[in-house]
T-cell receptor
Framework: KNEVEQSPQNLTAQEGEFITINCSYS?????LHWLQQHPGGGIVSLFM???GKKKHGRLIATINIQEKHSSLHITASHPRDSAVYIC????????????FGKGTKLSVIP | SQTIHQWPATLVQPVGSPLSLECTVE??????LYWYRQAAGRGLQLLFY??????ISSEVPQNLSASRPQDRQFILSSKKLLLSDSGFYLC??????????????FGPGTRLTVL
C-alpha cells in the first residue's frame, strides 16, 4: 500500500510570499492529485499529474517520478489561498481509489 | 460541463434514526462514484465506491450502506445512526477508469450531526 507523507503539516506565510508544499509517496504511481479544501469543507481538484510540471494561475505542481516526490508551489500568496492542501495517490497499480496525505494547513496573513 | 449535487447540505439526526444522503452527477456517463467521510479534524476516509450500476465496493465495514440505482445517482444509507456517524460526507466522481486516469471531482458535502 502506498504511504503518503506531506510536509509541512502547518504553514503560516505573509501575503506575497512564495510557498512550497511537499508530498512523498512510497510506491510507483500512474498519477498524483493535489486537492484544496476550503475552511467551509468544500474540496476542489487543483491538479492531476503523472510527469513534469503543470501550471494554473499562481499555482504550479511538479512531480519527480524517480524520486517519488511532488511539490505544490503558490506564487504571490494571498489570504484567499488559506486552505488545507492535500496530496493523493492510488494505493497500488490498477486501483480505483486514492490514498490521501494528512494535508498541509496553509494560513496566509495580510 | 459536469456538475455534482449533494443533498441535504446539513442534517441533524437523533441516534437510532435512519439516514439517506443522495448524490447525482450531471454531464457525464458511466462515472466512478465515491462516498467519503471526514470526521472533525481528520482526513478523508473512503466509505464506498462504485464503477457501475448496482456495483458497490465497501471499504469500511459499519452500519452504512450504499446503492447506485441509476448511472449517475449514488445513495448512502443507514438503518440506525450512531453517534460516531457524525461528520462531513462527501460524494465524488471520476471518469471511468478511476483516479489513476482522471481527476476526482467532489460535491459540496453534507454535514451530519448525530445527537
Amino acid at each position: 500500500k502506498n504511504e503518503v507523507e506531506q510536509s509541512p503539516q502547518n504553514l503560516t506565510a505573509q501575503e506575497g510570499e512564495f510557498i512550497t508544499i511537499n508530498c512523498s509517496y512510497s510506491v510507483g504511481i500512474s498519477a498524483l492529485h493535489w486537492l484544496q479544501q476550503h475552511p467551509g469543507g468544500g474540496i476542489v481538484s487543483l491538479f492531476m499529474l503523472s510527469s513534469g510540471k503543470k501550471k494554473h494561475g499562481r499555482l504550479i505542481a511538479t512531480i519527480n517520478i524517480q524520486e517519488k516526490h511532488s511539490s505544490l508551489h503558490i506564487t504571490a500568496s494571498h489570504p484567499r489561498d488559506s486552505a488545507v492542501y492535500i496530496c493523493a495517490v492510488p494505493p497500488r497499480a490498477g486501483s480505483y481509489q486514492l490514498t490521501f496525505g494528512k494535508g498541509t494547513k496553509l494560513s496566509v496573513i495580510p | 460541463s459536469q456538475t455534482i449535487h449533494q443533498w441535504p447540505a446539513t442534517l441533524v439526526q437523533p441516534v437510532g434514526s435512519p439516514l439517506s444522503l443522495e448524490c447525482t452527477v450531471e454531464g457525464t456517463s458511466n462515472p466512478n462514484l465515491y462516498w467519503y467521510r471526514q470526521a472533525a479534524g481528520r482526513g478523508l476516509q473512503l466509505l464506498f465506491y462504485s464503477v457501475g450500476i448496482g456495483q458497490i465496493s465497501s471499504e469500511v465495514p459499519q452500519n452504512l450502506s450504499a446503492s447506485r440505482p441509476q448511472d449517475r445517482q449514488f445513495i448512502l444509507s443507514s438503518k440506525k445512526l450512531l453517534l460516531s456517524d457524525s461528520g462531513f460526507y462527501l460524494c465524488a466522481w471520476t471518469l471511468a477508469g478511476g483516479p489513476r486516469l482522471s481527476e476526482q471531482f467532489f460535491g459540496p458535502g453534507t454535514r451530519l450531526t448525530v445527537l
